[in-house]
């Protein structure tokens, strides 16, 4: 390796978010990623090509301010939140995905030693890898068997890296969490009211859309809190990467500080506006999700040889203690899975290829 390269990235392996993606051919069911099984209708691709041929100059730099797609975004928000008056564009900061908003948050806060992040372990892998690149230190703490955080640990954490160098400076949470898809528990959502104002909530619902539940309408009495969502998940974008963080208009104001001029191209912007245009169609798809987990759930539950859980997102999270090779054989039937935490993590995918999830297991354990 150079010598001019950090000695701690040297250690590090490149993040490879679809390791066989050049191997997966369209005939594979992909349910590894969580994203919407249907591509955005041919109509509003149409639409958004138009856009492209007749209001993008492709010469211009891209819209820097996020202006339009703030105030479209701060509107769909609103509509989670009982008393909505508050939250107008100033509390929006837009990311090239969730991912670089995650990346900023750890650059304003704990980058040059300042602070190290705190996750639950089995959760989205970003935080930490992010974190890592960025040479700032990680603190996990375990879950219980339905996966609530273990509190106490957590709360120790705190209290000891207060003290330490450098100290907890972000907890990260996912409501509901990634791979295992429960939300925050009470407990989980008192622990996160308790704690001080110097610890930055980064509270992270990527599967909001599917799980209807959202902390949105307590952001104005926590300026340490901030609330991540993606367009990548159920709104179908997320080749465009667009991710968008709610919070307290100082604490956005940092993120404009940190971010790239020009992070969000003018062709995603647009798709992100016209998404939100027709959000009544694309989220249409909401009650299949939701019937299709169900059905999925409920024959998994056939399997004593599987241990599995409840979920409130678009995919189910099972563990099979006897066979540890299950997600080699689904792959190897078809059924591409995400191996996380010791299980797997299955998207619920179109019905055929639930339908084709539910046949391959049955080919496997029966
Ligand atoms: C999928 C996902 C995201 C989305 O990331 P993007 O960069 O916006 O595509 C964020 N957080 C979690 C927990 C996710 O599962």
Known sequence: MHLFIRSDLARLAAYTPHPEAVELSIAMDRLDTNECPYDLPLELKHKLMGQYQTQIEANRYPDGGHGALKAAIAAYVAESVPNDSLLDAPWISVGNGSDELIRSLLIATCLGGEGSILVADPTFSMYAILAQTLGIPIVNIGRDDQFAMDLAAAQGAVARNQAAEPPVRVVFVVHPNSPTGNVLTLAEQDWLVSLPEDILVVIDEAYFEFSQTSLVSLLPQHPNWVILRTFSKAFRLAAHRIGYAIAHPDLIQVLEKVRLPYNLPAISQAAALL????????????????????????????????????????????????????????????????????????????????????????????
């Not at 078809?334 to 297991?361: F, K, M, Q």
């Open 275 to 366: 998404a939100l245009n027709h959000r009544q169609s694309l989220l249409a798809t909401l009650p299949e999700v939701w019937a299709e987990r169900d059905r999925l759930y409920q024959n998994l539950k056939s399997y004593t040889q599987l241990r599995h859980w409840p979920s409130r997102a678009n995919f189910l999270y099972i563990q099979s203690p006897e066979r540890a090779d299950l997600g080699a054989e689904l792959k190897a039937l078809g059924t591409s899975v995400r191996e996380a935490g010791g299980g797997l993590r299955i998207t619920v995918g179109t019905p055929t290829e639930n339908d084709h999830t539910l046949a391959r297991l049955h080919q496997i354990l029966r």
